[in-house]
């Protein structure tokens, strides 16, 4: 499979999505069978992501996962069941190849977006890399994080909005960046709409957000012409191990997908016009 072609083969986004962090099998397989029988009534090409690992916690006593490997696996096994590509966060340039062993997409935290022997690793692998763009890092500079990837050869990359910072609490989206990153980094750009709406460094280590917004942000996304839409879902966040506060509900998926697949209708159709006139 050709991940970067069958992302794109729809005229339609595309859909990175999955839990936070592989808790079970069971739970990775109930999400990723729910998404992908709403993604196909819906023709929306889909991407299963699980992260094997939760490098980024606030507090030590935070759940980071599993097991690399038997995360790794239960990853590779939902894929293989649904046949979608599945996508994994790699935090250091060692983790890019035992990664690539198991995932069709590697995902540059946004925290690392600037760390040039990660970028190169994951180039190396061949694999289609996702840069998310760092909350201190102008649109138009991702260029840079994009140009390191390609100096291995590897020209499958997209970029990731995923806000940036509002004091020390809080985050916010210039959906401005959607158009800048296109120009600046001639890759397709995907808006993650959970992280988005994180609200960090709180008192108790916990970091908090809000759900209620997420479709705010991604029919924003689809408005302003975002090739891929990226969000968590969980069956029940509130029992989720890792960043509950900013998932959205699984059984709420389906209904906002279908909303935005008529949006996007909408804006193909104005574009389409605006090429006649």
Known sequence: MNTMSYLQSADN?????????????????VTGRAI???CDRLGI???????????????LDSFRGIGDIEALTILAAVGRELGVPVVTDIHTPDEAAM????????????????????LLAAGRTGKCVNIKKGQFVAPDAMRFAVEKVRATGNDAVMVTERGS?????????DFRGVPRMHQACQTPVVVDCTHSLQQPNTSEGVTGGCPELIETIARAAV??????????????????????????????????LERLC????????????????
Do not use: W
Not at 45 to 59: C, E, I, P
Not at 165 to 173: A, E, I, K, Q
């Open 13 to 29: 986004f595309f859909l990175l999505a999955g839990p936070c962090v592989i808790e079970n099998e069971e739970m990775a397989f």
């Open 36 to 38: 992908k029988a709403a």
């Open 45 to 59: 090409a889909f991407a299963f992501k699980g992260s094997y690992r939760k490098a980024n916690r606030s507090r």
């Open 99 to 118: 990664a690539a062993d198991f995932a069709d997409i590697l995902q540059i935290p946004a925290f690392l977006c600037r760390q040039t022997d990660l």
């Open 165 to 173: 910072m509002f004091g020390y609490g809080d985050l916010v989206v």
């Open 223 to 256: 408005a302003v012409g975002a090739d891929g839409i990226f969000l968590e879902t969980h069956p029940e966040p509130a029992k989720a191990k890792s960043d509950g506060a900013n998932m959205l509900r699984l059984d709420l998926l389906e209904p906002l």
């Open 262 to 277: 008529t949006l996007r209708a909408a804006v193909n159709s104005i574009d389409n016009t605006s090429h006649c006139i």
